[in-house]
């Protein structure tokens, strides 16, 4: 069992910035990929991102790439979604997830979701 923890949500204004973090805790051992999904109220949960347990691999949602950045520090099981730019659509939960594949993360190929963290973006 992994359990995952989301912060650094927030209110911004619409240009601004913010950095989410989670941290895994529990059966954390193994090697997993990370990322992070969005859900806006009345719209489906998203993909946004997502990342290797080496780093070496990133797959983004194309509407916030060269925006949002996907980073992560294995020495203390967390991952970071730096988000630049922002846009009052990208208000949102944002969720962390884990998975045994990058690339298959955006296709919900998932193992854990976190609780979410609120983004909102006013204009």
């Known amino acids: 069992q992994v359990h995952l923890v989301e912060s650094g949500g927030g209110l911004v204004q619409a240009g601004g910035s913010l950095r989410l973090s989670c941290v895994a805790s529990g059966r954390t051992f193994s090697p997993y990929a990370m990322g992070w999904f969005r859900q806006a109220p009345g719209k489906e949960r998203e993909f946004v991102a997502a990342?290797?347990?080496?780093?070496?691999?990133?797959d983004y949602k194309r509407s916030v790439e060269g925006r949002f950045n996907i980073s992560r520090d294995n020495a203390k099981n967390t991952a970071y979604l730096q988000m630049n730019s922002l846009k009052p659509e990208d208000t949102a939960i944002y969720y962390c997830?884990?998975?045994?594949?990058?690339?298959?993360?955006?296709?919900?190929?998932?193992?854990?979701w976190g609780q979410g963290t609120q983004v909102t973006v006013s204009s």
């Open positions: 997830v884990t998975g045994p594949r990058t690339t298959r993360l955006r296709d919900r190929q998932t193992d854990y």
């Open positions: 990342i290797s347990w080496s780093g070496g691999i990133t």
